[in-house]
């Protein structure tokens, strides 16, 4: 039987925008996974928690933003896992949980140039494929297979931040084509980011 394939992207998502969006449609489309989850992070361990949104309401937006897509699917799964979230600790999590679906780690490219640094990073490099995508200012060619688990995938460069977001709100703008209407709505009735 084969196995469903499920590509994790990883994210604080504060807030979710276009660019995770397309990153994770481009994977779909490409059949590189059938699903891609997008894992809202409670805290990261190298980002400092202090000034990032409350895990609702990052989860939230994630939860509209991905509605009109079947495959797109917001994840909570790092909720009740012990902290600090180490990305190697939640893939061995689903792994032993969902033994019926094969998973993959989609990173950005700043996120890989420094994957030496993770947790056990050999062990998620010998056990899971690794799907990089391309960040603002880097100029590699695409797709292209750096290991046999770790490959660049091409696809839509992400040159929007969601700190660029989160200024343009904070100055009263609105950031229109950067993020969804819906998840925009949602910022303002939360008074987010102000």
Do not use: C
């Not at 059938?34 to 992070?41: N, R």
């Not at 019926?100 to 494929?129: A, H, P, Q």
């Amino acid at each position: 039987m084969n196995k469903k394939k499920v590509g994790l992207f990883f994210g604080t998502f504060d807030p979710i925008h276009n660019g995770h969006l397309n990153i994770a449609k481009y994977i779909i489309e490409e059949n590189f996974t059938q699903e891609v989850w997008l894992v809202v992070t409670p805290e990261n361990p190298i980002k400092l928690k202090n000034n990032i949104s409350n895990f609702h309401h990052r989860y939230n937006m994630v939860d509209i933003a991905t509605k009109k897509y079947a495959n797109i699917i917001p994840s909570d799964l790092e909720l009740n896992l012990k902290k600090p979230n180490y990305t190697i600790d939640t893939l061995e999590y689903v792994s032993n949980k969902m033994t019926n679906v094969e998973f993959s780690l989609i990173i950005g490219e700043d996120n890989y140039k420094i994957f030496d640094t993770w947790k056990d990073y050999k062990k998620i490099l010998s056990n899971y494929k690794i799907y990089i995508y391309p960040r603002k200012g880097t100029l590699k060619e695409s797709p292209h297979i750096i290991n046999d688990n770790a490959m660049y995938i091409g696809g839509p460069r992400i040159d929007l931040s969601s700190t660029n977001i989160r200024n343009i709100v904070s100055k009263k703008s609105d950031p229109k084509d950067l993020i969804s209407l819906e998840v925009m709505k949602y910022i303002n009735n939360h008074k987010l980011y102000q």
